[in-house]
């Protein structure tokens, strides 16, 4: 029996290698595909890009005096990333365009 077992994991990696199967447990990325990990991932995404867009509209508005547009405009920005990025995550027409 140990000569089939052999077989079948070799079977099973080829096709996953080939694209016939898909991978267990993690999507092409890398990333977990569970509710958990997908949650986690779009939290991360949010404040990520928030910080980022606070960050920079803040060290720009303290390099230029022009307190508080420039923090005001970036913080919208790094809201309207973060809002672009967990809806590209949520996508439901990106499976079927491979």
């Known amino acids: 029996m140990d000569e089939r077992d ?32 997908i949650g986690f991932r779009a939290g991360v995404e949010v404040v990520s890009a928030l910080v980022v867009g606070i960050l920079i509209g803040y060290l720009l508005d303290r390099w230029l005096g ?9 913080f ?3 809201s309207a990333a973060g809002v672009l ?10 499976g079927r365009r491979s």
């Not at 990025?85 to 990106?94: C, E, M």
């Open 6 to 37: 052999g077989f079948e994991r070799r079977l099973r990696e080829a096709r996953t290698r080939q694209g016939l199967d898909k991978p267990t447990g993690n999507d092409r990325a890398g990333l977990p595909t569970g509710p958990w990990g």
């Open 76 to 78: 919208l920005a790094g």
């Open 85 to 94: 990025n967990v809806y590209r995550l949520f996508d439901p027409r990106r």
């Open 66 to 74: 022009t307190w508080p547009w420039l923090f005001l405009l970036f």
